[in-house]
T-cell receptor
Framework: GAVVSQHPSRVICKSGTSVKIECRSLDFQATTMFWYRQFPKQSLMLMATSNEGSKATYEQGVEKDKFLINHASLTLSTLTVTSAHPEDSSFYIC???????????FGQGTRLTVV | QKEVEQDPGPLSVPEGAIVSLNCTYSNSAFQYFMWYRQYSRKGPELLMYTYSSGNKEDGRFTAQVDKSSKYISLFIRDSQPSDSATYLCAMRNTGRRALTFGSGTRLQVQP
């Protein structure tokens, strides 16, 4: 299957700082990528849809000024958590499906801990 | 009520058993159905993908979709300890490519 690479896999940051997470599609072009958030023992919740060359679409309740998404190329989307707080600590996962694809392939996830 | 309901488990079975995992959903517009396996602190791995109703088999895994009942299943034959993980069902409709997930069922296969 397709490969989606996410980096870093784990990050610890101080409260008030910003953290950038990268999501790359390694062997296909992804016009659309998705960012999910997963709390312990809970399911994945969609945060936003990242569209190459245009603004991201955020789900209801997700602060777009706090979670900045940039999809500058067909193989890279970034999520920046700005002014992070302890309640932002979570597991963030990206996915991509490629043009016309129906399956979604996921990155390895990033565990963010804000202290 | 959640759009997708899934029993969280944990489900514990002996090695070699047949495992049945299920999800129900309420959105009749869902057309694409997937099962993912997620190991602790890792991203989900696609196991099975089915479009609309019917069965699909891949090795020890069989996925079933019954759209009339809004019910999907994943069967694992000859379960192995390495199958121990959380299994997530996911689905979407034609017009929206993002997935709606169940809460996941944690499976433990005892050697």
């Amino acid at each position: 299957g397709a490969v989606v690479s996410q980096h870093p896999s784990r990050v610890i940051c101080k409260s008030g700082t910003s953290v950038k997470i990268e999501c790359r599609s390694l062997d296909f072009q992804a016009t659309t990528m998705f960012w999910y958030r997963q709390f312990p023992k809970q399911s994945l919740m969609l945060m936003a849809t990242s569209n190459e060359g245009s603004k991201a679409t955020y789900e209801q309740g997700v602060e777009k000024d706090k979670f900045l998404i940039n999809h500058a190329s067909l193989t890279l989307s970034t999520l920046t958590v700005t002014s992070a707080h302890p309640e932002d600590s979570s597991f963030y996962i990206c996915s991509a499906g490629g043009t016309g694809a129906t399956e979604a392939f996921f990155g390895q996830g990033t565990r963010l801990t804000v202290v | 009520q959640k759009e997708v309901e899934q029993d969280p488990g944990p489900l514990s079975v002996p090695e070699g058993a047949i495992v049945s995992l299920n999800c129900t959903y309420s959105n009749s517009a869902f057309q694409y159905f997937m099962w993912y396996r997620q190991y602790s602190r890792k991203g989900p791995e696609l196991l099975m993908y089915t479009y609309s109703s019917g069965n699909k088999e891949d090795g020890r895994f069989t996925a079933q979709v019954d759209k009339s009942s809004k019910y999907i299943s994943l069967f694992i034959r000859d379960s192995q300890p390495s199958d121990s993980a959380t299994y997530l069902c996911a689905m979407r409709n034609t017009g929206r490519r993002a997935l709606t997930f169940g809460s996941g069922t944690r499976l433990q296969v005892q050697p």
